[in-house]
């Protein structure tokens, strides 16, 4: 299920993640480092730290991830309440987390990429996340994601289909 009512995902880890449109109305989406096969592509995303906002946590994530400045993007909108997806018991990657948690809720974001494709650096933070990356149509992105997590996506695009014809 994707959408879960507060207490339900309490032992779920705090997330948050972006899609970032370009002018075009495409969006970004990075190839896992060391990933292997079709569904290797996402959209940056990553823990919110203890007391940290889901904005502001979203907005460091991007720029540890992409190398994108902050000053570089503008908040379209984003996804009211959690958005949750389960680890499969099968899962051994991130076993650290895996032990921790039963899966990941998160806090989704829509921003502007107001800069230009030079201005992204996959090497700004080490370990890098991702190794190549992309502008596709929103549509396609559920399609690279591995597929436990595309029931997520499904509904990010749902709801964020209203920006893929947004220009700056």
Excluded at 51 to 61: C, D, F, N, Q, T
Excluded at 69 to 88: E, M, N, Q, S
Excluded at 140 to 168: L, M, N
Aim: hydrophobic residues 40%.
């Amino acid at each position: 299920m994707v959408r879960r009512k507060k207490r339900e995902l309490t032992n779920h880890r705090p997330n948050a993640a972006i899609v970032l449109f370009n002018k075009e109305g495409k969006v970004w989406l990075g190839r896992r480092a060391n990933g292997s096969g079709a569904h290797v592509w996402q959209f940056p995303q990553g823990g919110i730290d203890e007391g940290e906002k889901p904005l502001i946590a979203a907005k460091r994530e991007l720029a540890e991830e992409t190398g994108i400045r902050t000053d570089l993007v503008k908040k379209l909108g984003k996804v009211k309440g959690w958005l949750a997806y389960d680890f499969p018991d099968d899962v051994m990657q991130a076993p650290n987390k895996r032990l921790l948690w039963e899966g990941q809720k998160q806090k989704w974001f829509a921003f502007q990429f107001l800069g230009k494709d030079s201005d992204i650096n996959l090497s700004a933070h080490s370990p890098a996340e991702f190794d190549d990356w992309k502008w596709v149509d929103l549509v396609e992105a559920p399609k690279g994601i591995i597929a436990w997590k595309r029931p997520v996506y499904d509904e990010v695009v749902r709801q964020f289909s209203r920006y893929t014809r947004h220009k700056k």
